[in-house]
T-cell receptor, first 115, second 113 residues
Framework: SAVISQKPSRDICQRGTSLTIQCQVDSQVTMMFWYRQQPGQSLTLIATANQGSEATYESGFVIDKFPISRPNLTFSTLTVSNMSPEDSSIYLC????????????FGEGSRLTVL | AQSVTQLGSHVSVSEGALVLLRCNYS??????LFWYVQYPNQGLQLLLK??????LVKGINGFEAEFKKSETSFHLTKPSAHMSDAAEYFC???????????FGTGTRLKVLA
């Protein structure tokens, strides 16, 4: 199993500002995933973060808006840039220890409210 | 392309009653299917998974699900609901060779005393 810690757990932000979310895993993992969970909606994959390479973004998400860092095998950050109220969501970090089709382990999420 | 449909965004059952949460999938390749549970202010936790072995899958907390290819379904059941089962439940699909999981929109289960 994996223990995933996310910071902050929640925050209230002003429009136009940026916030960086940290994700720390208690074991080394190749791939880390960032999901967005908007109110009343499902989880949507934002990007996949591999250590030592650029993150791979899903359709509808761009690096300028959601820059990601992956400095080592246990840590990643997601920045939500130039926030608007539409960015109010829960952002979840996850890992797949078994690789492809294994179990996804999730952090507790970072709940962002943008005013 | 793959997709997941969860019928019923909210389900209420009485304590001790049968829990049935519905999930239908669409996939052009053999699917791998999952049920996750999310308790308030927590991340998602795996309940059970189907990865092409036995079609009846047993998970944690007394939950089970049956993969029915003919019906493209993977419904989640529990014989007797407990108050602690109140949470949001997500069905998800993926397949071999990809890291992309497609999640359903979730079903919020309410257990009535």
């Amino acid at each position: 199993s994996a223990v995933i810690s996310q910071k902050p757990s929640r925050d209230i932000c002003q429009r136009g500002t940026s916030l960086t979310i940290q994700c720390q895993v208690d074991s080394q993992v190749t791939m880390m995933f960032w999901y967005r969970q908007q109110p009343g909606q499902s989880l949507t994959l934002i990007a996949t973060a591999n250590q030592g390479s650029e993150a791979t973004y899903e359709s509808g998400f761009v690096i300028d808006k959601f820059p990601i860092s992956r400095p080592n095998l246990t840590f990643s950050t997601l920045t939500v840039s130039n926030m608007s109220p539409e960015d109010s969501s829960i952002y979840l970090c996850s890992v797949d220890l078994q690789g492809n089709t294994g179990e996804l382990f999730f952090g507790e999420g970072s709940r962002l409210t943008v005013l | 392309a793959q997709s997941v449909t969860q019928l019923g965004s909210h389900v209420s059952v009485s304590e001790g009653a049968l829990v049935l949460l519905r999930c239908n999938y669409s996939s052009s390749v053999p699917p791998y299917l999952f049920w996750y549970v999310q308790y308030p202010n927590q991340g998602l936790q795996l309940l059970l998974k189907y990865t092409s072995a036995a079609t009846l899958v047993k998970g944690i907390n007394g939950f089970e699900a049956e993969f029915k290819k003919s019906e493209t379904s993977f419904h989640l059941t529990k014989p007797s609901a407990h108050m602690s089962d109140a949470a949001e439940y997500f069905c998800a699909v993926t397949h071999s060779g990809t890291y992309k999981y497609i999640f359903g929109t979730g079903t919020r289960l309410k257990v009535l005393a």
